[in-house]
């Protein structure tokens, strides 16, 4: 079987069911309209910035195949997991179809008077929410020259709701009056009087800065109507030789096409008549069959693995639905898909077990090694919560305070790559045959026992995140802070170090490693290379490795500075 997601990913907040699916060969196909989100981010609001990101890094993970509306739209996908993966899924366009509903629409049947009087008028229309990824500013100020410069021009019709980041386009048409009348917003129109609009047009505008396909720059194609479309992303491919195509960044290019237009009536009427005469929109039918064939195709591939994408040692993974897993240099792929039975839908800062046995599995790219296994948890009661914890087979019990707390497990990670951990909640009520609690899981990391600069990489990442210390609270679904270090104390463990910035950190690192105090020459140029954006746990190994410490067991010095650790419980 196939199992086809037709857009709207983000909505899903929980996919364990996709990963029960895939380890049955039932094939996950994905259909993608865009990715204006990870690309175009300065159009789209941040916070669904951050939530396509971080479901799409999610849903790839179990992908079998992806389909897009656009050839752009498939490369834009292809480029980005080429940039950022070690895997690819397949990815082919089926181009959406452009076919229109018969709408009989005549002026007899417009209760509107305003729709009344654009009908009488020449006029150019533009289909679209009026919001800053549109651009609809720059027909504006196309208007605006054209006015001054003493031109006849056609009424400019914005058909569409107001959107997002759009105040200076809404201040700017008000103070001028609309381009005294020459500028008209229709908002909340029906189908049957956008379709009277784009039959009556002189011809259609979408300057819009990006898209994933252009819809109404083919439903202005399939009324009959050229449109004056961008230049840029998938548009081109949408309009084909229909269009007029212009440079959205450059007004000057639009000014002088739509200028030529609008000064030569016959030349519209050409190009109006070629799109009559030649353009055959795609019908429904001839979209869902291609869709289903790729379908069928796919129904024989499925993979059996449960992800797509293998997990590397010396980082912090997280459960949660914080941002930090996503980045605009460095995307890595979520932890969250390991969820394997048992947990609720991510929260900000974890996953809470939903049942007393709860599981992940986690494809990593170690094989055959003897590994630290790093968790960070805590309990969701109002008291601890006692688990039994199996990882590969060797079992373990720790007890998850109501404080977020760092336990280290030993295992060994054999030849298929594969960590599988069971959590069996084995605290009872009071008579003893009942289990209760629960407690939530944050973040994950992991490092071969012998890879020293891999747990100092571990280490750094999980200082950084801030966790250690807070504890849940199952009301507010959230985490509150318990008390830091204080400034000043010097450094006996490496949260404490690694918490230094600058001069004290540097010092802080020759008391610790070197026992003495920093020479002014140490001073400088490690505060040098800091600037530089050196890090500070490529600056511990070197001071490990200069020539003061040769006399030492460097293994040693290091195993002291990594095991001093107030915050780990360690188990075995």
Request: charged share 25%; glycine share 6%.
């Amino acid at each position: 079987d196939a199992f086809f997601i037709a857009g709207a990913f983000w909505i899903i907040d929980n996919y364990d069911i996709f990963i029960t699916m895939r380890m049955r060969n039932i094939s996950i196909v994905l259909f993608v309209h865009d990715l204006i989100q990870i690309n175009n981010p300065e159009y789209v609001s941040e916070h669904a910035n951050i939530t396509f990101k971080r479901s799409f890094l999610d849903i790839i993970q179990v992908c079998d195949r992806i389909i897009t509306n656009s050839f752009f739209v498939a490369n834009d996908v292809r480029n980005f997991q080429l940039s950022n993966f070690d895997f690819s899924v397949k990815t082919e366009a089926v181009q959406l179809a452009t076919e229109l509903p018969t709408i009989a629409c005549t002026r007899d049947m417009i209760f509107r008077e305003e729709l009344n009087r654009i009908i009488g008028c020449l006029f150019v229309l533009y289909v679209g929410t009026i919001e800053i990824r549109k651009n609809h500013m720059y027909l504006v100020k196309i208007w605006e020259r054209l006015l001054l410069e003493g031109y006849d021009i056609p009424k400019l019709v914005f058909a569409g709701k107001w959107g997002w980041k759009i105040d200076d386009l809404r201040e700017y048409l008000e103070i001028t009056n609309f381009l005294d009348g020459n500028v008209i917003v229709l908002n909340n129109l029906s189908d049957k009087e956008i379709s009277l609009l784009y039959e009556n047009c002189i011809f259609t505008a979408y300057t819009s800065y990006a898209e994933g396909f252009g819809l109404p720059i083919a439903e202005s194609l399939s009324h009959g109507k050229f449109c004056v479309s961008s230049s840029t992303t998938s548009m081109p491919e949408v309009g084909r030789d229909f269009c007029v195509y212009v440079d959205p960044f450059d007004i000057d290019d639009g000014y002088i096409k739509i200028k030529d237009l609008i000064t030569d009536m016959r030349l519209i009427d050409k190009k109006t008549e070629y799109v009559k005469n030649n353009y055959r929109p795609k019908s429904w039918s001839d979209f869902c069959s291609e869709i289903y064939q790729i379908l069928e195709d796919q129904i024989p591939c499925g993979s059996g693995k449960m992800l797509n994408f293998s997990f590397p040692s010396g980082k912090l993974y997280s459960f949660g639905h914080e941002s930090g897993d996503v980045y605009e240099r460095d995307i890595v792929p979520s932890i969250r898909m390991t969820r394997y039975v048992g947990w609720e839908s991510p929260s900000g800062v974890g996953s809470i077990a939903s049942q007393n046995l709860s599981s992940l599995k986690i494809p990593t790219k170690d094989k055959n090694i003897e590994a630290e296994i790093y968790l960070l948890l805590c309990s969701t009661e109002n008291n601890f919560v006692d688990i039994d914890v199996t990882v590969n087979g060797k079992k373990s019990r720790i007890r998850a305070q109501q404080e977020l707390s760092l336990f280290k497990i030993y295992s060994r990670i054999s030849d298929d790559g594969l960590i599988n951990i069971d959590f069996v909640i084995s605290s009872k009520t009071s008579n003893k045959d009942e289990f209760y609690g629960s407690f939530l899981i944050s973040k994950i990391g992991w490092t071969n026992e012998k890879d020293y600069h891999g747990k100092l990489c571990l280490f750094e990442s999980i200082i950084s995140s801030a966790m250690i210390g807070k504890s849940y609270n199952k009301h507010r679904r959230n985490l509150s802070y318990q008390s830091s270090s204080e400034d000043g104390i010097r450094c006996d463990n490496i949260y404490c170090l690694l918490s230094y910035d600058g001069p004290q950190f540097i010092e802080n690192a020759y008391q610790y490693i070197l026992h003495r105090q920093c020479d002014e020459g140490g001073m400088i140029n490690y505060l040098r290379k800091l600037a530089n954006g050196v890090g500070k746990i490529d600056i511990i190994i070197e001071i490990l490795k200069s020539e003061e410490s040769r006399d030492k067991n460097q293994k040693n010095e290091i195993e002291r500075f990594l095991y001093h650790l107030d915050y780990i419980n360690a188990t075995r």
